[in-house]
Each structure stands twice: as C-alpha cells, then as structure tokens.
C-alpha cells in the first residue's frame, strides 16, 4: 500500500509531517553525517536574534525523570552569522527550512523578523514568544494575549512568509493566546515550547542548573502538550497547529495528529538519537500502511471523544 505522507500546511508543502524541533537540531549541518536530512519534513533552526548572543553560564542542562532541563539562554549566532555561516548549508539540504526567532525588545521582534524574511532558502518563520519581557517585569512575552496579540501583528506587517507563533505553556488559557495569534494574522502555531521547572541537588543543596529555572522538555511534558493541541482544536482556532512535546516514535506523532496537529517536531529525543526524526518518517509510512491509513491527512484532527 502507497501511504500519502505529503501535507500543505501552514502556508508551506511538506513531504512529510515530520520536523525537528528548535534547539534540539543546531543548524542541522551538525546532524549530517548521522541523519538523511533530505528525508524530513522539515528542520526548525535554533533561535536567531538581531546580534549573536553567549548563552547562560553552566550548568544549563541537566537530566530529570523522562525528560530533562535546559536554560540555555538563546545562544545563537546572530542574524549576519546566521545568513553568512549557516544559511547557505541549510538551502541545500533538502528539506524545508524554518527559522525560529526572538528579540529582547518588541523593536527587536520586528527587526529580527523583517530581516529574517529577507533572506533567500528561508520557507518560513516560527517565532518563539516564550522570551523575558524586560520592561514588563521579565513576563515572557507570549503570556499576555494583547501583548502577544500586537507582537504578532507589528510582525506580520513586515514578515511576507508564512510566520507560526510558538506558544508558551507556560499560561492557564491556551486558547486565548491561540486566538490572539489568529486575530493578528498568522499563519501557523506551534504548540508547545518547555515547561518552567527546576531540579535540585539534594547532597550539595544547590539547584541543579546555574539559572535555577529551566524550560522542561521530553516525554514527561507529552500529554500537556497534548492537552493545548487538542483545546485549540476544539476551541476553533482557524490555525494549523504543529504539534511539540515529547515525541519519541510514530505512535507519538500519530497521537499529535489525532488531537489535531497537522505537522509534528521532534525535540528531546533528537539528543537521544540523532536519527530519531529520520527514523519517525520511516516508522509513520510503515505505521500507517499496516492500519492501512492511505493518507496521513486522514490522522488529523480523528480524536474520538466520548
Ligand atoms: C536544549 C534545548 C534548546 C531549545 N531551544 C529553543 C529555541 O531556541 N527556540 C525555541 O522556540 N524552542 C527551543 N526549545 C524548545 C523545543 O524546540 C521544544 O519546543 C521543546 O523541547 C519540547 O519538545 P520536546 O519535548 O520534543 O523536546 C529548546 C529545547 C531544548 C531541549
């Protein structure tokens, strides 16, 4: 049985459903040599900001139960770096190119995304709002629907690509930062980014990484993540939704699609096997013909609810 993996999602064409997910992929070059990069959906960049950023000091990441912690701190190579030293590997390899990207300030937003969207052999832009708004007390931005609804929308303005807003989990109400999204014109969400967390040592009483707060990641965070996919969902959003969190085989990403994603990325597990995101595509084609789903697109959205 032929299975249909193709999907046209989110203002792009795929050749699969499957990505990587920011952070956990480099700039995908570091990865060639391990992976068929040319056999992924797609490949979500690290985080890019207007100038290169140093990152926080270590520890920055350390192992929980099913998952881990990670604060990184954005370290990146700075848009310049980004086009001159990455972007002209990541044209050729194949698969659909996605920058993830982030400022400090609402100028720097813009200015990254304008800028970003400038750049020939970048498809898209996914932009990570999960980041300290200094002059509002260091709330991240993606918290507050109006801040994130205008955010959104002075972006939109100077992005032509198709632009996904990655959520924060970090809220009590999903949907209504789903919504402000929709209202300001995106064209995609992706649901979600890590969970705040901290780990502790209890033999030296310190926490385990030097920031104390880390974003969680992993299967440990898998049905929350399913639970924001499945309420924007439910709740309407006129938005595709790729679907993050946890993700270690094809059964995981069928669960995303059945709650409503219609891409998945792949993050955690890429340190785990850096052919995981490879390996899902082959499993999912598999996987579907023996239940003998002919097209993935069938997948989406299928929950049945009581
Ligand atoms: C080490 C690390 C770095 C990350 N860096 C970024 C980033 O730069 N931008 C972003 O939007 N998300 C970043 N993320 C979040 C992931 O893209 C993903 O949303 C999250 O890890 C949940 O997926 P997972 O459980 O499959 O890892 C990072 C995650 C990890 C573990």
């Not at 969970?195 to 990641?217: H, Q, V």
């Not at 595709?240 to 955690?268: K, Y």
């Not at 490879?278 to 239940?291: F, H, K, M, T, W």
């Amino acid at each position: 049985m032929t299975v249909r993996l193709e999907i046209e999602t989110g203002g792009l064409k795929f050749q699969n459903p499957i990505l990587t997910a920011s952070g956990t992929f480099g700039y995908a070059k570091e990865f060639q040599s391990l992976t068929d990069l040319g056999a992924l959906g797609g490949v979500v960049t690290k985080g890019i900001s207007p100038k290169p950023r140093f990152g926080n000091p270590t520890p920055r990441i350390c192992e929980t139960a099913s998952g881990m912690l990670n604060s990184i701190g954005l370290e990146n190579v700075g848009v310049e770096g980004f086009e001159r030293d990455k972007l002209p590997f990541l044209r050729a390899c194949g698969s659909r190119v996605l920058v993830n990207f982030f400022g400090s300030t609402f100028d720097e937003y813009v200015d990254c995304g304008a800028r970003l969207d400038r750049l020939d052999g970048v498809d898209a832009l996914e932009m990570n709002v999960s980041c300290p708004n200094i002059k509002a007390g260091g709330i991240e931005f993606g918290t507050d629907p109006r801040v994130l609804r205008d955010l959104v929308r002075a972006c939109r303005e100077v992005v032509k690509k198709p632009l996904w807003i990655k959520l924060t989990p970090n809220t009590s109400d999903i949907v209504a930062l789903a919504k402000a999204c929709a209202d300001a014109g995106a064209d995609g969400l992706s649901i979600i980014n890590t969970i705040t967390g901290m780990a502790i040592d209890a033999r030296t009483r310190k926490p385990k990484i030097a920031t104390i707060f880390g974003g969680l990641s992993g299967p440990a965070i898998k049905p929350i993540a399913l639970r924001m996919v499945f309420q924007v969902r439910r709740a309407g959003v006129p938005l595709p939704i790729s679907g993050i969190g946890g993700i270690q085989d094809a059964t995981d990403a069928i669960e995303f699609f059945l709650a409503g994603a219609s891409t998945v990325q792949v993050g955690t597990q890429n340190f785990v096997d850096p052919d995981a995101s490879g390996g899902i595509v082959r499993q999912l084609a598999e996987r579907l013909a023996a239940d003998g789903v002919s097209d993935v697109r069938e997948l989406v959205g299928a929950l049945k609810t009581p």
